[in-house]
């Protein structure tokens, strides 16, 4: 394993610089590289062939979390250690911090972005998984100088592909907060700790001024189809107050409409059994987290 | 071909360097810093090649070197400033924390930055913070055992420097 010839590396300090770059190369001859923990992996297993790797650790503007009154804004290029000690995710985004705080390990952590994740969008990613139920914006550039943003439902596709084309990068993830109390949480399930989820599942709630829920997403990650909606566990909350009954129907529901694989980690059904018990406690600890 | 310079154990480098050279062979193949070690064929996943840069702990065979242009890295000859034995590494020999001492210096280094972000671990923490690192000697009992008295000979020494 290790990487075939790279015969250009740049590491620009400005997007305009990069974009000039992506501009100036072929279709398939550069490649962005953020924190590297996945890309990397790709290069030296000669998946991927760069023949010009644009280095993004030389953009501080896309190296900050800009707690907005509105929105929380994630540059691209912030690393999961720094999400999970940020206390601008403290209240309506604490799920994308278990996501972050149980990626891989430690010096996965001390050097992996947000934004490498949901580029790469691997088929079982935490983050992708905790940025669609928190229903995530990605700001992208292209290099014609449009500006596109683009939310999560259109821009994860499929496993390794999402929605950003190869002459585009992203700038940030933004999240609007919400006006009333709402929750999330996230977690997965792997054949060791913190290891590839077999299944993760993420649970964002809003409640209204009554402490019911007036909006839920939920999200999942270990069908083989990278980070997917759950649409169907969503509406038995809608109204509920977290009781179990509701819980229940909502797990249950997800079950009965999801195409659970069965694979050398799990079977199908192992893979149901999953979504019972780690749903259950996402979607409890999202609506507590949303009630304090 | 790059050109790059940089710190690594206080020291300042310029060297002529391939583009798809991995940090960890710069190290080792370069510099002859042999005690940064590569266990898993540059596969990411042992942690034995975990060195600081800029403070943090990575994985350098998860690094091109050129990345390293401009950053301060430090290895394991480079940990501890005397040439003495650090606290963590004293707490290693005291409670025999290794067997055959391949993933030795990885684990080292990862937990010198443990430590300074984690000053009184649980034994949780110790364990979720060795995820990164494999052993397959030990069982990680003994290195768990030494982590958390190296944190009270930290934690003793920065009280011994108070008083």
Redesign the interface.
């Known amino acids: 394993?290790?990487?075939?010839?790279?015969?250009?590396?740049h590491?620009p300090d400005s997007v305009e610089q990069v974009l000039e770059l992506i501009a100036n190369h072929e279709e398939g001859e550069s490649l962005l590289l953020a924190g590297?923990?996945s890309a990397?992996?790709a290069i030296?297993s000669r998946m991927l062939r760069p023949q010009c790797?644009i280095?993004l650790?030389g953009l501080q503007e896309l190296k900050t979390i800009n707690d907005e009154s509105e929105t929380l804004k994630i540059g691209a290029m912030v690393r999961y250690?720094e999400l999970v000690k940020s206390s601008s995710l403290n209240n309506n985004f604490t799920g994308l911090k278990d996501a972050a705080a149980h990626v891989?390990?430690?010096?996965?952590r001390?050097?992996g972005t947000i934004g490498g994740s949901v580029c790469w969008n691997y088929a079982a990613a935490c983050t992708p998984t905790a940025v669609l139920a928190l229903d995530g914006n990605m700001h992208l550039i292209s290099s014609d100088g449009e500006i596109k943003v683009i939310c999560a439902d259109d821009f994860f596709l499929g496993p390794l592909d999402t929605a950003k084309s190869e002459s585009d990068i992203l700038i940030s993830v933004s999240f609007k907060k919400s006006k009333t109390r709402s929750g999330s949480a996230y977690k997965k399930w792997g054949l060791v700790?913190?290891a590839l989820p077999v299944v993760g599942i993420a649970a964002f709630v809003k409640l209204d001024s009554n402490g019911s829920c007036c909006e839920a997403r939920i999200a999942l990650t270990g069908m083989g189809v990278g980070a997917q909606r759950a649409a169907a566990g969503e509406t038995p909350l809608l109204g509920s107050y977290g009781d179990p009954q509701s819980i229940e129907a909502a797990t249950e529901n997800i079950c009965a409409n999801i195409d659970a694989p069965t694979d050398l980690s799990a079977t199908s059904d192992y893979r149901h059994q999953l979504i019972r018990s780690i749903g259950a406690e996402v979607i409890l600890t999202a609506f507590k987290r949303a009630s304090t | 071909m790059k050109n790059i310079k940089l710190t690594v154990n206080g020291e300042k480098f310029e060297e002529q360097i391939d583009n798809r050279l991995l940090l960890v062979d710069f190290l080792r193949d370069n510099l002859s810093l042999t005690g940064t070690h590569v266990g898993c064929t540059y596969e990411g996943v042992c942690g034995a090649c975990t060195i600081h840069l800029d403070g943090d702990a990575v994985k350098s065979c998860m690094l091109l070197a050129v990345q390293a242009d401009g950053h301060n890295v430090t290895t394991i000859e480079g940990l501890s400033a005397d040439g003495g034995l650090t606290n963590l590494q004293q707490a290693f020999n005291d409670e025999h924390g290794l067997q055959c001492g391949y993933c030795t210096p990885g684990i080292l280094m990862n937990m010198a930055d443990f430590l300074t972000e984690n000053p009184n671990p649980s034994e949780e923490q110790i364990r979720h913070g060795l995820i990164g690192n494999l052993c397959r000697c030990t069982g990680y009992v003994h290195i768990v055992r030494a982590v958390k008295k190296a944190a009270k000979m930290l934690k003793d020494s920065a009280h011994e420097d108070r008083t």
């Open positions: 394993m290790y990487p075939a010839e790279i015969k250009e590396y590491k590297g923990q990397m992996q030296k790797i280095d650790q250690c891989g390990d430690r010096q996965v001390n050097r700790k913190d």
